[in-house]
């Protein structure tokens, strides 16, 4: 394996410290805001396009964060039963990975401006808290990452704020629908966490790393999981039932055969092999977004066309 690595391309490289495996899940997280503005008459194509580059590289940073405070924390070890960390491996330098990581937040800043320009100064509040949060995951002098604060940050800024924040950034304010639309998304993406930490569960304690997951115990994570999934598939609903969403959101439950699948992927293996239901949770909370940002869509159409 370390040959196999050292044979690798720096492209190749850089491109395992972004995590590619990450980004389908950010990528959906912008699609529900944008098809939530649609809907309400406010999709306005350039600040979507904007979002998402900079909802990727929030992503990306945030994985070379982690790479990067990890290591210096001595979180990653030889037997790492995740995807490959490259600091920790010896394929980057940290000041490799430190300019990495202020080209991408860089990036990501410039496409801010660009947002400032077209609703104000809530944009560089979201931007400025959003950097900070990815920095300070495994970072800082307090990294919630590492004290069971990681679940909640989690759903509050990948979850919340990147819908909100898409459909902010096209309408000038946050709806209500914006927020019911975010929270499903929310507690999907807390579910990748959560499997992540269940998978590095023991060597998460081994050097004091105290994610919820060791908090919780397996059995607990595992609970938490299912809870994450079934709140995913309630919360559109309730918004159904009490005219928040409209009706065709319901497309998203399609998607309930997946998510059974993984909860009882989770309840047999742990470790390594929990690495598919990692990836499979990702690709849920991608086809629950596109499901229900179609359902969006569809809804919109609809209503315009009986009027």
């Not at 990702?282 to 315009?304: D, H, K, P, Q």
Request: aromatic share 12%; proline share 4%.
């Amino acid at each position: 394996m370390q040959n196999k690595n050292q044979s690798l391309s720096k492209f190749e490289i850089w491109a395992l410290a972004a995590r590619p495996k990450t980004l389908p899940a950010a990528a959906a997280t912008v699609i529900v805001g944008s098809a939530a503005a649609y809907y309400q008459f406010n999709f306005k194509l350039l600040p979507a396009l904007a979002c998402l580059l900079a909802a990727l590289l929030m992503q990306i940073g945030a994985n070379l964060a982690n790479d990067l405070f990890d290591f210096y924390r001595g979180a990653d070890q030889g037997d790492r039963l995740g995807p490959l960390r490259v600091t920790q491996a010896g394929l980057l330098q940290p000041k490799e990975v430190v300019w990495g990581l202020c080209f991408t937040f860089g990036c990501a800043s410039l496409l801010g401006i660009y947002l400032f320009s077209q609703v104000g100064w809530p944009v560089l509040v979201i931007g400025l808290a959003s950097i900070l949060a990815a920095l300070t995951y495994t970072g800082g002098p307090f990294p919630f990452g590492y004290y069971g604060l990681g679940d909640l940050m989690v759903f509050i800024f990948f979850g919340l704020v990147a819908v909100c924040g898409t459909y902010f950034v096209q309408a000038g304010h946050v709806s209500r629908l914006a927020l019911w639309s975010a929270i499903p998304m929310g507690f999907l993406i807390t579910g990748i966490l959560v499997v992540n930490n269940l998978r590095d569960l023991d060597s998460d304690r081994a050097v004091g790393k105290k994610t919820l997951a060791v908090f919780l115990g397996a059995q607990g994570a595992r609970w938490e999981y299912l809870l994450c999934l079934l709140a995913a598939f309630v919360f559109p609903l309730i918004g159904i039932l009490t005219a928040q969403i409209p009706f065709l959101t319901l497309l998203s439950l399609l998607c309930i055969p997946m998510a059974i699948r993984l909860v009882r992927s989770i309840w047999t293996v742990s470790g390594r092999p929990l690495n598919l239901a990692l990836a499979g949770t990702g690709r849920l909370t991608l086809v629950f977004g596109i499901l229900y940002s179609f359902g969006l869509i569809a809804a919109c159409l609809i209503e315009m066309h009986g009027k």
